[in-house]
């Protein structure tokens, strides 16, 4: 069966730290790949969107990474600030829909 | 959320009862999506329209209803066959139809029974 996997424990890091978030997934086939941001109680907003072709793609402190081989993608936020806590979805392309992972939450502490 | 509204952002339901949940979106965009969310799960897809006056079911589409008469409007029904609606629903847009586009989300609302 389909299966999107996220850090299944919470991030949390100090302030100026990378944060990496992980996220691996089986039986798809994307030709896409999407990070949304969620604040608790709100809806996702759109971060990157990286393409099977695009092995890296930056976002001024966020980098993202697509490894089709792996079947992963790394989500790293760099000089991580108290503003970047919140919860990080990835999103995978499917046959007629964009497929969510459960989420990462983070917590940076100053 | 700009572009988007959901109403009303908490909705109370009492057994038996049909609820409605309002989205509506001035973004001009063709695709609109809805989505459950429970705790530490991903969102799971409930309906999604694409075009005017045609709509289909997503992953979890028993216990709800759509209808999308207006490119604005995608008014999503909670009826009362669905029997674990405490969730947070989310309504989200995109401009065309494919997979690879970026979703705008609103603010969601949360459906509690009473």
């Known amino acids: 069966s389909q299966k999107i996997e996220q850090n299944s424990e919470a991030l949390n890091i100090q302030e100026g730290k990378t944060a990496t978030l992980t996220c691996n997934y089986t039986n798809y086939s994307p030709a896409y790949l999407q990070w949304y941001r969620q604040d608790p109680g709100r809806g996702p907003v759109f971060l990157l969107l990286i393409r099977e072709n695009e092995k890296e793609k930056r976002k001024e402190r966020l980098k993202v990474t697509f490894d089709t081989t792996l079947k992963q993608s790394l989500f790293h936020i760099t000089a991580s600030q108290p503003a970047d806590s919140a919860t990080y979805l990835c999103a995978l392309e499917g046959d007629y829909k964009l497929s969510f992972g459960a989420g990462t939450t983070v917590t940076v502490r100053a | 959320d700009g572009g988007i509204t959901q109403s009303p952002k908490y909705l109370f339901r009492k057994e038996g009862q049909n609820v409605t949940l309002s989205c509506e979106q001035n973004l001009n965009h063709d695709a609109m999506y809805w989505y459950r969310q429970d705790p530490g799960q991903g969102l799971r897809l409930i309906y999604y329209?694409?075009?005017?006056?045609?709509?289909q079911k997503g992953d979890i589409a028993e216990g709800y209803s759509v209808s999308r008469e207006k490119k604005e409007s995608f008014p999503l029904t909670v009826t009362s066959a669905q029997k674990n609606p405490t969730a947070f629903y989310l309504c989200?847009?995109?401009?065309?139809?494919?997979?690879?586009?970026?979703?705008?989300f609103g603010p969601g609302t949360r459906l509690l029974v009473l």
């Open positions: 329209s694409q075009i005017v006056n045609d709509f």
């Open positions: 989200a847009t995109s401009k065309g139809q494919g997979t690879q586009e970026t979703q705008y």
